[in-house]
């Protein structure tokens, strides 16, 4: 995997983290019945994916973030 592959899917994680958050916050509408995504934990899951992908993206970069 490359750098600009890795950087291109955290980018993509990280924008459907957003997108999920923002619906997650969103009030619920009993009159549409109950959620049948589970948003915030799809942003959960995104927002790991993407630092994964994005901290792999500095290491390939020879960057050594702290904690790694």
Not at 3 to 12: E, K, Q
Not at 41 to 51: C, D, H, R, T
Not at 56 to 65: I, T
């Amino acid at each position: 995997m490359t750098i600009s592959t890795s950087v291109s899917f955290g980018l993509v994680l990280a924008l459907i983290g957003l997108f999920a958050g923002w619906r997650g916050a969103r009030p619920p509408n009993p009159l549409k019945g109950p959620r049948m995504a589970p948003w915030r934990f799809i942003m959960l899951l995104a927002a790991a994916g993407a630092m994964m992908f994005l901290f792999s993206a500095l290491r390939m970069a020879g960057v050594n973030p702290p904690g790694l």
